[in-house]
């Protein structure tokens, strides 16, 4: 999109981008309230952002935790990438192999249940995006999930279901695919009690109750797969999907670590997104997903944003405050609150 900049410049007109839920309204939420933070004389030192679309607490009845909400095969490739962030003013970087073993635990008001989180990305190229560089020390964006998740999806890459190598895995068992990431034919009990010791588990172990779930110790056939991951996302995609009635939960939250030298305080305020899909309706994510983007386009048509040219992403007052307003309407609201507030 960058490479068209130049022609659409040239063109006069403007491509809206980044407008969806992630990226797009975090975008939105966290610069107003930065920009609001800055308009008062504070500093940001630090900014984390979360987020996660997850099965509704009370449709949360599967061993992962997890419902798609979007592309299965985007979910899991997701979870191969490395993550670069910024902490405490040192850049960090965790590769992709071990990201899931350093999740944290989340507790956000609103829900019960404890949810994990983890970084996500590059999340460095936000300090420009939020003009943040020179005083910024932590900056951090990442995922939701409930409990459970990271675990599970580690070993799985552990076991090799993340592998892209390609073969031929049409017609093949899931038990014949399992058992050809540990070199054995066995199969039932046999197969899991080795793959249990594979990874270091009991059989009996939750994880491993998990794998048995998803069909990955059955007979049940794959087809059209060339590749371990698009074997799993088929397992997935078979029993991972919300049924009629069910809800879909899009959860968001900033964290703001500010300093205001004038007054001589610091304070921490944060902003969340908690919003739920429409029983037998609309989801969640098709809802955040796809509002913004409609809401950009009318502004477009309208000729609201005729003095801008070229790329750009939501982080200006005449496009977050109109789309943030409007999604109002919609029930799609941002809760900002001060957390905290202590003396320099």
């Known amino acids: ?30 610069q107003k309230l930065m920009d609001s933070i800055h308009a008062q004389g504070g500093k940001i030192e630090g900014f984390t952002s979360y987020c996660g679309g997850l099965p509704a607490p009370a449709d949360n009845n ?16 997701a979870s191969r990438n490395s993550a670069l962030f910024l902490k405490d003013g040192k850049e960090e970087t965790i590769p992709g192999n071990i990201l899931f073993e350093k999740y944290q635990i989340d507790r956000v008001e609103g829900l019960e249940a404890d949810l994990e989180l983890y970084p996500n990305r590059n999340s460095i190229q936000y300090l420009d995006v939020y003009k943040l560089r020179g005083g910024c020390k932590t900056i951090i964006r990442g995922t939701y999930r409930y409990r459970g998740w990271c675990d599970i999806i580690k070993k799985l890459a552990d076991l090799g279901y993340l592998d892209l190598t390609e073969s031929n895995l049409s017609g093949q068992t899931y038990s014949q695919i399992t058992g050809s990431l540990i070199q054995t034919t066995k199969t039932g009990q046999a197969l899991k009690e080795a793959i249990a010791s594979h990874l270091g588990l009991d059989p009996s ?89 409609a809401i950009a386009t009318k502004l477009v048509l309208e000729g609201k944003l005729s003095h801008l040219k070229g790329l750009v992403i939501p982080t200006l007052p005449e496009l977050y405050n109109p789309i943030l307003e409007e999604l109002k309407s919609f029930n799609i609201c941002f809760e900002e609150k001060l957390v905290s507030e202590q003396n320099l």
């Open 62 to 77: 599967n061993p992962l935790g997890y419902k798609f909400s979007w592309a299965p095969r985007g979910v899991l490739l």
């Open 205 to 293: 172990h939750k994880i491993i109750s998990a794998y048995e779930w998803l069909g990955l110790f059955s007979e049940e056939k794959v087809s059209n797969c060339k590749t371990q991951l698009d074997a799993l996302c088929q397992a997935m995609l078979a029993r991972m999907q919300y049924a009629p009635g069910e809800r879909d939960m899009l959860i968001m939250k900033h964290t703001f670590d500010c300093v205001f030298p004038a007054e001589g305080k610091r304070r921490i305020y944060t902003s969340k997104l908690l919003d739920f899909g429409i029983p037998n309706g609309d989801s969640s994510m098709s809802r955040t997903v796809s509002l913004p983007v």
């Open 1 to 30: 999109m960058r490479a068209l900049e130049k022609e659409a410049v040239q063109a006069g007109i403007i491509i809206v981008n980044e407008c969806g839920v992630d990226p797009g309204t975090d975008h939105m939420s966290a």
